[in-house]
C-alpha cells in the first residue's frame, strides 16, 4: 500500500525541472539577462545587477587574497543591509560556503558558532566588531576579518534606525569597501563550478540540546526552494521583494535573497525591522511580495501612519516560522485588502515544504481552530507519524511530520550524529506535531516540545538555563514560554536559590541580558523553594507553563 502521503493536486507542479544547478547560477543568470535592473533598493540608494556583480567580483577577490579556498567558510554577522547580499555572492564566487549568522548574537553564542564552523573571513558590522567580535576573537581567531557600516550605501540616515549609528573603523580589521576599492574591475575571481550536492551555506538552528547546530544548505537545496517561491507565489520577472525578514535566517536567505535573484528583481532592504521604516520603504520601492513573521505584519497593521493603500504594491503575501491566527489574517485583510497565506518549513527544509497555493485560501481546522500552513509543494513527501514508533499514523491522526524532498538538508555540519537522528532514510523528523486532512492540508498541532517561539524568534530553554546556571546565587532553573500579547510567546525563568544567597528577578533579567541575544533573556523570573521534578530528577517544564505564577 502506498504510504500515507498527501496529495500534490492544488499546487502549480510538479514540475521536475529546477532551472538551474546552483545558488551562484541563480545570480549569474539575472546578471546575464538583466545587469541594469535594480538588484538593491536600500533607503536611497539602488545597486544594479551589474554593479552587484562587480562589488561582489572585487570583494571575492579580497576573500581569496585574505586566504579564503574551496570549501572553507566566510561568516556573515550582519544586518539587513546590501553588504550581505555582497557577501553571500562573494562567498560563493571565492568557492566557500556562507555562514549566515544572527547579528543580535552576543559572546557567548557566536563564540560556540565560531568555534564549529571555523571560518577563513568574517563580515560584520563596526559596532558589533567594537562591541562583541573584539572580545571572541582572542579564542576564536579568524584569518581575515572585514568590518563594515550600516551607514555605506545610502545617504539618508534615517534617525528612526542610525540615531546611534557613526562610523567608528577598528584600527586592526580590513574595511570592506577599501577591499572592494582595492580589487574593483581589476579582474575576475577564477571560475567555480558547484555540484548540486555541494554546500551552499552553513544556517545555525538550536537544536534540542540547546547547542546550535549548522544546517547544510546545499546548491540544489538552494536552487529548488527558490524556485518554489517563484512557482508557488506566481511571482513575475523582475517582480520587487520586500526584505521583512532577517536575512541571516532561511525565509530572508531564500524567500528574499535567492528569490529576487532568480525573477532578476529587486530586494528592498532597511537594515532593521521598524515597522514605520518598512511602510515608507514600501512606498518608495512599491515591493510585490514578501514573506515574514506574523509579529512583524501585526506591527504593520498596528503602525499609527499605517493606511488602506499602505501595502497597494504588494499584491502577494506570506507568513511563516510562527504559528499564525486565524482572526490576525482577518483583520489584516480588513485593514490592507490583502489576504496573509501561511508557510511552512524550517531551516533544515530550507525555508518551505507546505505552502498554501496563491490561488487557493488556508482552510481552518474546525476542532481546534489552526489556519492550515498549506500542503506540501512539488516533489515534497509529507508524512505523520507516531512519535514513539515513527510508523505512520491513520490519515486524520495527528503525530510528528516527517518530510522528504529536495529540500531537505544534507545534515548537520561535522554533527554525524545529530544528523542521523533527524534525516532518517531521507525523511526529516521535524519534531513538530501535525495533522494531514484528506485532501493534503497540513495543520500543526504543537511544536517540538519544549521550544519557546517569541516572535517567530527560536529560544530553547536548555540554553538559557545554561546561562543561568551560571549565576552564583542560581541553584535550579527552567525556562518556559508564557503567553505574551505582542511576541506570542516570550520567556519565564523559574528558580530556586542557593541556601543562604539571594538575588532579585531584576538581578536575574540583567545578568541574562548581558549573556545572550535580547528576544532570548527572560522577560519574567520567578522563585520558587523547589523546582517541581520527575522521580529520575528531569525538572518539569510543562508544569511550570501551567502555573499561575509569575
Ligand atoms: P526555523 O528553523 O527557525 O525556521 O524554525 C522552524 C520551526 O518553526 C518549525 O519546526 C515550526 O515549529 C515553526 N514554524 C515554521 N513555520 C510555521 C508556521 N507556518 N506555523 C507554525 N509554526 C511554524
Known sequence: MRPWTALYARGPGPDLSVQHPDALALFRAAVARAPTQAAIHYFDATLDYAELDSLSDALALALIEGGVGRGDRVALYLQNVPQFVIGLVASWKAG???????????????????????????????????????????????????????????????????????????????????????????????????????????????????????????????AFTAQVYRDWMALPEHAGVLGIAPLFHITGLIGHIALSFLVAGPLTLAYRFEPGVMLDAIAEHRPKFTIGAITALIALMNHPSATASSLQSIDTIYSGGAPVAPA?????????????????????????????????RGPVDPDFGALSVGVPTFNTEIRIVDVETAQPVKPGESGEIVIRGPQVVAGYWNKPKETSEAIRDGW?????????????????????????????????????????????????????????????????????????????ADEIVEFCKARMAAYKYPRVVEFLPELPKTVTGKILRRELRASKGG
Not at 98 to 123: F, H, Q
Not at 448 to 466: L, S, T
Open 428 to 504: 526529516l523528523h521535524t519534531g513538530d506535531i501535525g495533522v494531514l486532512d484528506a485532501e493534503g492540508w497540513l495543520y500543526l498541532v504543537d511544536r517540538k516540545k519544549d521550544m519557546i517561539n517569541a516572535a517567530g524568534y527560536k529560544v530553547w530553554p536548555r540554553e538559557v538555563e545554561d546561562v543561568l546556571y551560571t549565576h552564583p546565587a542560581v541553584r535550579e532553573a527552567a525556562v518556559v514560554g508564557v503567553p505574551d500579547e505582542y511576541r506570542g510567546e516570550s520567556v519565564k525563568a523559574v528558580v530556586s536559590l542557593k541556601p543562604g544567597a539571594s538575588a532579585t
Open 328 to 360: 490576525v489574517v482577518e483583520q489584516f485583510e480588513k485593514k490592507f485588502g490583502l489576504y496573509i497565506r501561511n508557510a511552512y518549513g524550517l531551516t533544515e527544509t530550507t525555508s518551505p515544504s507546505t505552502v498554501t497555493p496563491r490561488d487557493k
Open 96 to 222: 566557500a560556503i556562507a555562514v549566515s549568522i544572527n547579528p543580535m548574537n552576543r559572546e557567548r553564542e557566536l563564540g560556540l558558532l565560531l568555534g564549529d564552523c571555523k571560518p577563513t573571513a568574517i563580515l560584520a558590522h563596526e559596532s558589533a566588531y567594537h562591541d562583541v567580535l573584539a572580545k571572541v576573537l582572542p579564542e576564536h581567531p579568524v584569518q581575515t576579518v572585514i568590518t563594515t557600516s550600516e551607514l555605506d550605501f545610502q545617504t539618508r540616515g534615517d534617525p528612526r534606525l542610525f540615531a546611534s549609528s557613526a562610523h567608528h573603523r577598528p584600527v586592526t580589521t580590513l574595511d570592506l569597501l577599501d577591499c572592494i576599492d582595492r580589487y574593483r574591475g581589476e579582474k575576475k575571481p577564477p571560475e567555480v563550478a558547484y555540484a548540486p550536492d555541494d554546500v551552499a551555506m552553513l544556517v545555525y538552528t538550536s537544536g534540542t540540546t540547546g547547542l546550535p547546530k549548522g544546517a547544510m544548505n546545499t546548491h540544489a537545496n538552494v
